[in-house]
């Protein structure tokens, strides 16, 4: 009924207008400029690893589309613009609608569609090294997002906002269930669907500028999982306490939802003509529940009840209530002609409140010894607390008084307070109760320069941190920054950028280091302006991880890594000659590091006009993909070779 | 479900009505009236292809015909009009300045206000100063200097068409000219967003606008942008793991691209878990020791998420299995 009702008033609220409207003064006929056609897709090699890293579908296309209305249409709206982006055959896409009257009125919708697959070889792969690809968990969902937002009187001095977003995700996919001692595979389909309305208000009075919205989220999950057909044997296939674990059949229901009332607001106020103040709140409630009914048959043991079993009838009752707020206020001081400082403080909180009550009814169990001991249901509730704030200080000088200098500097300081309670989850806290403060300075300082074509930047930050929170944590972190490039009329282009980032701890019983590095250089040759244009670029990263761990079969400690050490070279002409574009560049990539790989790729593109409307398009894709063979990775398993073709109309109005 | 189906019935009647009133009064549509630069369309930023009337432009248009009509579909054109007839005029002197000296002396392009460098933005800034609750025009991290001003984004006559805000190219090209490494990431490894690719832009995740150290957009809620769209990680969980714990998207993904499955910053997830849940002495930290059944030297134990699948946290199970 509540579904009806509200697709009802969505009618009622655009259809009015839009109805009325559409009788009195048919829009001018105006035609988009678009591109359509059609992709062919090649696949050798692992069809799965492609999808799971490009996913390009066959099938029709419609590349771009850009329309704009040619006139007002009187009563609906004084402008329009629509365009749309790889919509149909996926993975991707979207559509973007705006249009409205000056100071009457403003409607902005998205949509947006997104195919997302995985189905990975090494991914939850207990059997890689016999050759089975791909792992055992997967999917094939997709996710579609509408947002439409309407603002009323926009530009005047109170404006109303409406708003109202969905996110709704969905699709197959599977999973593994540990259960009984025994993992199993499952195939499981989720549906989740994330609204959220608001209503809110704009104003732009004198000096004072703000918004005040208040909105209301609405998230619901469903969840269905059951044992895979041939699947009963599970991922253990050797006996267990002299008992083989199988699973005749498993089947869970989960459901939840949550729902959000999220206020926001912010005003910013002009004091004198040099001082600006900045503030802003927002608070959401979340409160969730959560239900789950699951049924086991089979063949099982568990050790926290010390005995074998015959089936399981387990029910999950939760609830989870997070209480968020964040404020801010901020000062933007202008001390002199081009030298600003800026500076505020912030601070969020965030607590958790759960509690979840699990009811197991063991069937059939049997003592080790084969005693039957009939059912045996368990009761466990838990309850879990959270609490963490985060609190920022922060100020920056900028200034730009030196012609083609420009300057900054700041520093800022974040303090961080969590409390773990003493039934968190188990997985974070390696003892109850505990509680964590750290803090961290940081200092930065940039300049630029930019004069004849030529530019250049500089920045580098420090950051020092007393105490981690988690291993990874730093306790000293440097990040450098270069950037430059010159440009000489339209014949030659040269870039060069250079990041790099040392992070460390101190503790030595832990011994975390991080360094980061990325280069990259490229040139831009144009022989014949507007005609013909050469592009190259190469690059390097570089990334070292380094951790010490306790690998839990033998508690040992042992050093962990991680290594990325790659190359990239790539090279491309951009040509018009009379009716024809072309557009290609080649690509070599390779990574020499914890997973070796290289890449070779082609993107072409030739257009051939018929006229000044009608343009026949052209496109190869191609994507070689080979792993070389490394502890733990699918090697040439996950190798593959796509090539893509379209054949595109390209209307130009 | 009567107060639903009521709301339909009556929904079809109005919009019926809507439809069919006004076309009994005015059966046949008039033709739509030739667009002048009066009434042409405020459209975001195409040109419009009806080209005004040359004795309606200003004079700039005897010498700048294309450009000057052009302008009656750029979103500046659209201000200065409306509920008041249109001065003209007003199209270019608005930001050019009086252009008599330049039209007397024959185009003299040093007798006519250029927009340039930063100079130039501080006139846009004269209009554009805004500053909201993350962003700030002037005071942003992309402020105004020689280096990196409005102009440089934005083209007020050579914008891309099918983006709004008359940037000056596609969202991922434009930042590319600067952030040439994250670009060629998202653009070359194997695991990355479609950044460009069906809808995604780097504006989805960053305002260009932002303040200095706050690069990331925050959802309405206040969280990270991933959650804008990955909202089924939001929460709130029961057994919460990393999200608004301690840290965050972040904390195991690298979202400009990776080597690694699932943008990971390790390619072994067991070395990526181990990396906190390792008790190897020095300060406590958060993350329990995992227990000694986890034998790392067989194939399911070293991905973690075999079991463990409710990474994200879970309202289920305390060591997230579900």
């Not at chain 1, 910013?268 to 927002?282: A, P």
């Not at chain 1, 030298?339 to 979840?356: F, I, Q």
């Not at chain 1, 080979?626 to 109005?653: C, I, M, T």
Request: charged letters at 20%; hydrophobic letters at 35%; proline letters at 6%.
């Amino acid at each position: 009924m509540r579904k009806s009702f509200r697709l009802a008033l969505a009618v009622l609220t655009i259809g009015i207008p839009a109805g009325a409207a559409l009788a009195q003064t048919p829009p001018p006929p105006s035609v988009p400029e678009f591109e359509l056609g059609y992709r062919f897709v090649d696949v050798s090699g692992n069809d799965q690893m492609y999808r799971s890293q490009i996913n390009d579908r066959p099938g029709f296309l419609l590349h771009m589309l850009s329309w704009n209305s040619t006139a007002p249409v009187d009563g609906l709206f004084d402008y329009a613009h629509l365009d749309a982006d790889d919509v149909g055959a996926g993975p991707a896409g979207s559509l973007r609608f705006s249009a409205g009257q000056v100071n009457i009125y403003r409607l902005d919708f998205t949509w947006r569609r997104t195919n997302l697959y995985s189905a990975l070889p090494a991914f939850a792969n207990p059997f890689l090294d016999d050759g089975i690809v791909p792992g055992q968990q997967t999917y094939n969902r997709s996710r579609d997002i509408y947002d439409a937002e309407l603002q009323i009187l926009p530009g005047k001095k109170f404006t109303p906002i409406l708003g109202f977003t969905r996110n709704i995700y969905r699709g197959p996919g599977t999973t593994t269930y540990h259960v009984g001692e025994n993992e199993f595979a499952l195939d499981d389909r989720v549906q989740s669907v994330d609204d959220e309305y608001r209503i809110g208000l704009a104003f732009d009075v004198g000096p004072v500028r703000g918004a005040v919205i208040q909105g209301w989220r609405r998230y619901r999950w469903s969840d269905t999982a059951s044992l895979q057909p041939g699947a009963g044997d599970g991922n253990i296939t050797f006996p267990i306490l002299g008992q083989p674990i199988t699973a005749d059949g498993i089947a869970r229901t989960t459901t939840s939802k949550v729902n959000t009332p999220v206020t926001s607001a912010w005003i910013t106020g002009q004091l004198f003509s040099r001082v600006k103040l900045i503030g802003s709140y927002v608070r959401a409630d979340a409160n969730g529940d959560a239900q789950s009914a699951e049924t086991d048959n089979g063949s099982f043991v568990s050790f926290q009840i010390a005995r074998f079993f015959a089936g399981l009838d387990d029910s999950i009752s939760s609830k989870a209530k997070t209480d968020y707020w964040r404020g801010s206020v901020r000062a933007e001081i202008n001390l002199l002609p081009n030298v600003d400082l800026t500076g505020g403080w912030t601070e969020k909180s965030r607590t958790l409140d759960g509690m979840a009550l699990v009811t197991s009814l063991y069937l059939d169990a049997v003592t080790y010894a084969g005693v039957s001991v009939g059912d045996l249901q368990k009761l466990v509730q838990n309850d879990t607390a959270i609490d963490r704030t985060d609190r920022t200080f922060d100020a920056t000088v900028t200034a730009r008084l030196f012609g083609p200098f420009a300057f900054n500097a700041g520093w800022s300081q974040t303090h961080q307070d969590v409390t773990f309670s003493d039934q968190s989850s188990e997985v974070l806290a390696a003892e109850p109760g505990q509680n964590f403060t750290r803090t961290v300075n940081t200092y930065g300082t940039g300049v630029s320069y930019a004069q004849s074509g030529l530019t250049f930047s500089a920045d580098y930050r420090r950051d020092d941190g007393d105490q981690p929170i988690f291993r990874t944590d730093f306790t000293g972190r440097d990040r450098f920054k270069l950037r430059g490039g010159w440009k000489w009329k339209d014949l030659v282009q040269i870039g060069a950028t250079w990041q790099e980032t040392h992070a460390h701890g101190d503790a030595p019983e832990i011994g975390y280091s991080t360094k980061v590095r990325e280069l990259l250089a490229d040139l831009e040759v144009g022989p014949v302006a507007k005609i013909l244009t050469f592009h190259a670029s190469a690059g390097e990263f570089k990334t070292t991880r380094d951790i010490l761990i306790r690998q839990p079969q033998d508690f040992d400690i042992v050093p962990s890594a991680q290594r990325e050490m790659g190359h990239t070279w790539e090279g491309g002409l951009r040509a018009l000659w009379k009716s024809l574009t072309v557009d290609a560049a080649y690509l070599w990539m390779q990574n020499n590091g914890s997973v070796p790989f290289t890449i070779n790729r082609v993107r072409a593109r030739a257009e051939y006009g018929f006229g000044a409307n009608v343009g026949v398009v052209g496109e190869w894709i191609r994507d070689q993909y080979g792993e070389k063979p490394a502890f733990d990775q699918a090697g040439s398993l996950a190798d593959y070779n796509a090539n893509r073709y379209g054949v595109y109309l390209h209307w130009r109005p | 479900m009567v107060r639903g189906r009521t709301a339909l019935v009556l929904a079809g009647i109005l919009f019926g009505a809507g439809v069919l009133a006004p076309a009994q009064e005015s059966p046949t549509p008039a033709p739509a009236a030739t667009p002048t630069p009066a009434m042409a369309p405020a459209a975001e930023t195409t040109p419009a292809p009806a080209a005004a009337k040359s004795s309606e432009l200003p004079k700039c248009a005897d010498c700048h015909t294309e450009l000057v009509a052009a302008f009656a579909a750029n979103p500046h054109a659209r201000w200065s009009h409306k509920g008041k007839p249109p001065d003209i005029e007003e199209y270019c002197s608005t930001c050019h300045g009086d252009g008599t000296k330049h039209i007397e002396g024959g185009g003299d392009a040093a007798l006519i206000q250029k927009f340039h460098g930063a100079e130039g933005a501080e006139l846009c800034l004269s209009c554009h100063e805004k500053t909201n609750e993350h962003a700030s025009f002037a005071t942003g991290f992309h402020s105004n200097t020689a280096a990196v001003n409005c102009l440089s984004c934005h083209s007020i006559h050579k914008a891309v068409k099918t983006e709004p805000f008359l940037i000056a190219e596609k969202p991922g090209e434009l930042c590319q000219t600067c952030h040439a490494g994250i670009s060629a990431a998202f653009r070359n490894k194997p695991y990355a967003h479609r950044l460009d690719r069906g809808g995604m832009t780097c504006l989805d995740c960053h305002d260009p606008h932002d303040r200095k150290g706050q690069t990331v957009k925050l959802t309405r809620q206040g969280e990270l942008a991933c959650l804008n769209c990955h909202t089924e990680k939001r929460g709130p969980f029961v057994f919460d793991h990393v999200t608004g714990t301690g840290g965050d998207c972040l904390s195991c993904h690298q979202p400009h691209g990776s080597d690694n499955p699932k943008m990971l910053l390790w390619a072994r997830v067991d070395q990526l878990c181990l990396s906190c849940h390792s008790q190897t002495g020095g300060p406590a930290t958060a993350g329990a020791q995992p227990p000694s059944f986890h034998d790392l030297t067989l194939p399911r134990y070293r991905n973690c998420t075999s079991c463990h699948v409710a990474v994200h946290g879970s309202n289920l199970s305390p060591v997230l299995l579900k």
